[in-house]
């Protein structure tokens, strides 16, 4: 079986769940700065290889490149990931907001994340 990035969570309050958004986030962002360190130092050894090998700098940079790109732009969609991560807190955090103030007691989740003179969640 493969290692989860993130183990599982049991949501029981509004604070679990922003947390495991900000835990998405965090894993975003880290996944990004791995991938793209990854890939600037595939495109190093390729353009070296290249060069090694006959092929004029102008060649291997665009060999490098060429060979580095699908994991630039996977490292990209991690970011998009992040990015998501933290929109879907804050529509969270307005839903709560909203909620609370229809009807107090209408959500299942404990709301811990709001005071009762602030206007906005936590």
Request: charged share 30%; aromatic share 6%.
């Amino acid at each position: 079986m493969a290692r989860r990035l993130m183990p599982d969570v049991d949501i029981k309050d509004d604070q679990d769940l922003l947390q495991l958004l900000e835990g998405i986030r965090t894993v975003g962002i880290a996944a990004h700065d791995e991938v793209d360190e990854l890939a600037g130092m595939i495109r190093m050894k390729i353009e070296r290889y290249g060069r090694r090998n006959g092929l004029s700098r102008m060649r291997a940079k665009w060999w490098g490149r060429q060979v580095a790109r699908p994991l630039v732009r996977a490292a990209d969609q991690f970011l998009n990931v992040a990015a998501y991560a933290r929109v879907t807190r804050n529509r969270f955090e307005a839903f709560l907001v909203a909620l609370d103030d229809e009807q107090p007691s209408a959500s299942d989740f404990t709301v811990r994340g709001r005071t009762n003179g602030n206007r906005r969640a936590a």
